[in-house]
Every structure is written in structure tokens, then in C-alpha cells.
């Protein structure tokens, strides 16, 4: 984790905490065995486990726990301010699921597949739906990046984005949230102790309401990996569409090829 503290008024504090790292430090604690490169499990003793300490991260009471590093980092923090509170927000997340291959021989066509198949199918739509409903056309796009020993597939739209990509024998999907606004969820106003009612309202970025914020992306992440599986074909992409790819004679009339990825795409 890294704690910064702005030395100038408002004295903003930003901290950021890895919860892989997290993870690491209590697997240690109970001699659990595991292989780790950077922040990246490839193999663990007890998956159950891991899995269950890294749910135990949603229990936490994050206010208390952010409010104990102030010490830390502002220790004359009284004597400047007196008896003010720091109103703690989440500014970023990233939410990630692995998956976690025998080898990377094992992973990497199907890597291969889902490149293939969200730079060229519609899935591009398909994502950014679960990134945000509605989608403003000017505001998303999506590239295809060399990374570390493999490649990314990052998809963007209005400072929310969802990627995924292979590192060793870890195929990762993962969502980083910047702005949850733009998800609605059923909750209460905030400071608003006569509000009886949920409704539909945005997802606020205060650290109170981590875990709907881990709820929404764990949706996002479900309903994204089970669209990437769809794609169910190891052959190449010019073997796929050379049925309706090259134009054919039919009746003495030419009927033209279509256009895969261009203007025939929709059809």
C-alpha cells in the first residue's frame, strides 16, 4: 500500500491498497504454499481458501480502517485542523477474476480465439453494454495492446473500462470503475435519515458503499466473461469466412463478397 498526503490546505490524503498483495500477506501468515509473480497468483495450495480470505476483504470496516492511518501520515493533524474528519470516497477500483491455465501453452489460443473474436465480431457493443447502458458514441473505443509476455483487449467508456488479458498461465478480466455514477443501484439517500424508500439512484463514490460497488462489478464480470464465451472455434479467421468472403458466380449473375468487418459487419 502507499499513503500520500497533500501538505497544503485541504490536506487531501490518497491511499492505495492491492488486495492480491493483501491476500499474499495472510496466506503467509497461515503457511499456505503458493507461486506469485507480481500481483498474480499462478498457483495456489488451497484455492478455496484464497478465495474465501479474499471475500473476508468486503467485511471490512474501511472507514475505521482508513481513519488508523491518519496518524501515520498527518500526525500534527489536530493541532492544524482540529476536530475534523476525513471524508473517505473510493477515486478508483479494479475488480479482477483469473483464470488460471496448467501452463501457458494451455492458454494461449484460446487467448488467441478472444482477440479474434472481440476485435471482429459485435462484441464490441455487447461490452460497452456492461460497462454502461447507455453509450454515448463519441465517449468509447477499445485497442489491442502487447503486454508483459501476451496481449490486452481494453475496452472504454465514460472513465470506466474493461479488459482482459494473459500474463504466464493467468488469463485475467478485469473492470476498473473511475466513475460509478454511471450505475444505478437501490439504496437509500445519502445523509437523508428520513428516506424510508430505496430507489434507483447512482452508485456514490463513498467507501461505505464498497461492497455494492464490488456487487456491481462482479456482475459486469460475469456477464462479460460469459459473452467472451460464446466464441467455440479454434479456426483461423480467413478459413471462417472464406465461405462468404470471396464473390461467387450463381445463374451466370456475380454475387459480390461481403465485407466481414467492414459494411457487412451488422449482417
Not at 492458454?107 to 478472444?114: A, E, T, Y
Not at 468509447?140 to 467508456?157: L, M, Q, R
Not at 485475467?172 to 439512484?201: G, H, I, S, W
Request: aromatic share 12%.
Amino acid at each position: 500500500m502507499s499513503i500520500r498526503l497533500q501538505t497544503w490546505t485541504p490536506y487531501n490524503i490518497q491511499i492505495a491498497l492491492n488486495g492480491r498483495e493483501w491476500l499474499r500477506r495472510l496466506l503467509d501468515k497461515i503457511n499456505c504454499s503458493y507461486i506469485k509473480e507480481k500481483n498474480k497468483f499462478l498457483d495456489l495450495d488451497n484455492f478455496e481458501l484464497a478465495q474465501n480470505l479474499l471475500d473476508s476483504q468486503l467485511d471490512t470496516d474501511w472507514v475505521s480502517l482508513l481513519n488508523s492511518f491518519v496518524p501515520i501520515a498527518f500526525p500534527n493533524m489536530k493541532e492544524i485542523l482540529g476536530d475534523m474528519q476525513y471524508d473517505w470516497t473510493l477515486d478508483q477500483s479494479e475488480w479482477a477474476r483469473d483464470f488460471i491455465f496448467d501452463s501457458p501453452e494451455q492458454l494461449n489460443p484460446i487467448m488467441q480465439d478472444l482477440l479474434h473474436y472481440s476485435f471482429v465480431s459485435d462484441s464490441l457493443e455487447n461490452i460497452f453494454k456492461y460497462i454502461n447502458k447507455s453509450i454515448p458514441k463519441t465517449d468509447y473505443y477499445s485497442k489491442v495492446n502487447k503486454f508483459d509476455d501476451g496481449y490486452c483487449f481494453k475496452a472504454y467508456v465514460n472513465k470506466n473500462s474493461i479488459k482482459f488479458y494473459s500474463f504466464l498461465n493467468i488469463l485475467r478480466f478485469e473492470l476498473t470503475m473511475n466513475n460509478p455514477k454511471a450505475y444505478k443501484v437501490y439504496r437509500y439517500k445519502v445523509n437523508c435519515p428520513e428516506d424510508k424508500e430505496k430507489q434507483l439512484r447512482p452508485l456514490p463514490k463513498s467507501v461505505i458503499f464498497i461492497p455494492m460497488r464490488a456487487e456491481v462489478s462482479d456482475d459486469l464480470l460475469n456477464n462479460f466473461t460469459s459473452h467472451m464465451a460464446s466464441t467455440s472455434t479454434r479456426e483461423p479467421l480467413d478459413k471462417l469466412f472464406s465461405a462468404v468472403s470471396n464473390k461467387i458466380m450463381k445463374k451466370s449473375k456475380h454475387i459480390r463478397a461481403l465485407d466481414i468487418i467492414g459494411k457487412d459487419k451488422l449482417l
